[in-house]
């Protein structure tokens, strides 16, 4: 199976003389004939991906950029673990992410162009693997006490039909749902609101719903997204093991919690072959400071 991993090449200095002879002081060296590789500061923290399998990546980058260096660690990131489609969430300049995309070899990209907001949210993908069927466009545009209530005026969920290589056609809606205690009846209007344009409008179609969901999926006593794991048979929490499982697994270290999800639904459940939190502060110690306080979280799907 090849790996899509990617690989830093290393960059040498070719000096060329300028009228030196054989007695030059300061002869040009040979170049290496069999030059060491530049290390990966990610190596560690990779996770398998494939050419013949569809990888879905949600990440928070915390108000991207938050440094100087942020727009080059998140480049060197996307390129380690060269995923198919990332959604993003966060995004404070739209410059910023403008020059993300020129860095970066092969990829495209969408932000909505939110007035007055840091909070944007948008699509980044691999142009040799995803055709994009529809562009992105806001679910629930229309501003209303019941839409601004559950989503917040300038943070709509944001829809987007893809297709890849496979022949395999995905539609996505990647989410920044209402943070914090006492917020808990809008996530739930929320998720009631997506479940309802979903079974809707794309009730037979390959579904994922992936972002900051910001609340818990387990151990709740009153689940805003009880209406999703109610009804089994049609969708899944992939980031169910995880929420289940030990705290260094979790998206979110520092409070610590996962609250960021991936939601299939059943025309996907046997594709999936794993969902898991990557982990780049693993490798990365000031990757909290310089990049974000949430780490992606991954899906890998075979293709139909």
Known sequence: MQKKYWLFTLVFLLATACGGGSD?????PDPDPDPEPVENPYEDCLVEVSDNTIELVTWNIENFPQLGSTVE???????????DVIAVQEIKSLDDFADLI????GWSGHVEHVSGSSQRLGYLYKESEITVVTAPMNLFEESTEEYDDAFTSVRRPLYMR???TSGTVLDLITVHLKCCNGSEDRRRSASELIKAYIDDNLSTDNVVVLGDFNDEIVDQTDNVF???IDDADNFKFATMPLAQGPSSEWSYPSWPSQIDQILISNELFDNEIYTTTIKPGGCSVD?????????????SLSAN
């Open 24 to 28: 030059d002081p300061n002869p040009t």
């Open 73 to 83: 660690r998140v480049e060197e990131i996307i390129e380690s673990y060269d995923a």
């Open 102 to 105: 020129e860095a970066l070899d």
């Open 162 to 164: 893809v297709e890849h």
């Open 226 to 228: 009880q209406n999703f």
């Open 287 to 299: 990757y909290s400071d310089a990049v974000s306080d949430h780490r992606p979280v991954i899906i």
